[in-house]
Nanobody, 124 residues
Framework: QVQLVESGGGLVQVGGSLRLSCAAS????????MGWFRQAPGKQREFVAR????????YYGDSVKGRFTISRDNVKNTVYLQMNSLKPEDAAVYYC?????????????????WGKGTLVTVST
């Protein structure tokens, strides 16, 4: 089992940047495909990005492609989400996700482990 703790959320202006972090503990971090989802009030949880076990492959949701960058540090057991050019529609609770042994799915109901989330607010 792996425990995930997100940090880095907060209030940012439209067009600004924010970097989220997710610290993992409990098991060998490199065994886990990692990702980020988000959920805005009244909406379903949405896939944002994922990164492979050693960072060689990344994949993004269409709504964040070209603006967000996911990365990981297997020494620090941490995955990051750099968010640039933020828009009002990016406001949400952002959740870190981990999947053991296989590619992290884009369907929230198939995820093995979740963090508790960190809130991102985008002001106009």
């Amino acid at each position: 089992q792996v425990q995930l703790v997100e940090s880095g959320g907060g209030l940012v202006q439209v067009g600004g940047s924010l970097r989220l972090s997710c610290a993992a503990s409990g098991r060998t971090f490199s065994n886990y495909y990692m990702g980020w989802f988000r959920q805005a009030p009244g909406k379903q949880r949405e896939f944002v990005a994922r990164i492979s076990w050693y960072g060689g492959n990344t994949y993004y949701g269409d709504s964040v492609k070209g603006r967000f960058t996911i990365s990981r540090d297997n020494v620090k057991n941490t995955v990051y989400l750099q968010m640039n050019s933020l828009k009002p529609e990016d406001a949400a609770v952002y959740y870190c996700a981990a999947q053991r042994g296989v590619v992290l799915p884009a369907r929230p109901n198939a995820i093995d482990y979740w963090g508790k989330g960190t809130l991102v607010t985008v002001s106009t």
